[in-house]
């Protein structure tokens, strides 16, 4: 597969994707999610690599989630359905085949994980962040929610409470609370990121890759039922993308105008 928006590099036991889109802090179109799924099949395919680091091109994004130039209102995302259950986004897919790699991911955030882009962090097994790095979700300012993985397996991982404040605030958070939260595992200077992900995917090629993959699906098995309610949410947010609330959402951000959802309470 031709790369446009990712990219690729294996070395020493070690599959590195990058998010190459950074004109748009690394937000995904269709083309992104294709190709990161594709990738991730390749690190799978490939026996000589152990672990897969993810990250973002530049300083100033790891992932901002979908992007909102290449959302219509009618079709969601640029796909135009299909696989994408009808966002147009292959994103369910996408978080699967990472959940279901039977080799670590280790997200290596080097800035903003926003949106759909802090989901990915979420269902990557490890987080190591930049200290300048900043989290958080913005669905519900945006027109959009994440019902799965993004709010079912972020509340496993952060208690009710804090998903919820998470979700319904839409603040953001710096890598320091986020490692206090337990949503981190390691914070680092930005300029020492890269680094200490490719020193901890060392340190894990050092084990027994059998036992590291049994324990991965072990971890995953407890949590397998949130696939379920991934699918009922997708579902959901195609019919949504539909509606005049969410493209009021998309709508502001695009006009960089203060959003206005008030006529829509029910
Ligand atoms: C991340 C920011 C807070 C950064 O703010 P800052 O002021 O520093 O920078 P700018 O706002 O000026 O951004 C610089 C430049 O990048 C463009 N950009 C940034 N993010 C996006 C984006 N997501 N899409 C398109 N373009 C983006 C921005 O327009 C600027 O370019 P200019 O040419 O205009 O100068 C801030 O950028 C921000 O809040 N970004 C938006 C974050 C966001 O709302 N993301 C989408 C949330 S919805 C989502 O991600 C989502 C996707 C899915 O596929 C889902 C699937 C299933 C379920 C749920 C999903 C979901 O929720």
Known sequence: MELIDTILEKKNGVAKITINRPEVYNAFRAQTIKELIWCFREAWDDNTVGVVILTGTGEKAFCTGGDQKQKDGESGYDGKGGLGNGIGLEIENLHQTIRNIPKPVIAAVNGYAIGGGHVLHVVC??????????????????????????????????????????????????????????????????????????DWAQKILQKSPTAIKMLKLSFNADSANIQGITQLSMANLALFYQSNESAEGKNAFLEKRPVDFSTFRS
């Not at 930005?190 to 200490?196: F, I, K, N, P, S």
Request: net charge negative; with cysteine.
């Open 125 to 198: 097994d490890l987080t190591i962040a930049a200290d300048t790095a900043k989290f958080g979700q913005s669905g519900p300012k945006v027109g959009s929610f994440d019902a799965g993985y993004g709010s079912a397996y972020l509340a496993r991982i952060v208690g009710e409470k804090r998903a919820r404040e998470i979700w319904y605030l839409c603040e953001q958070y710096s890598a320091d609370e986020c490692k206090e939260m337990g949503l981190v595992n390691k914070v680092v200077p930005l300029h020492e990121l890269q680094q200490a992900s490719e």
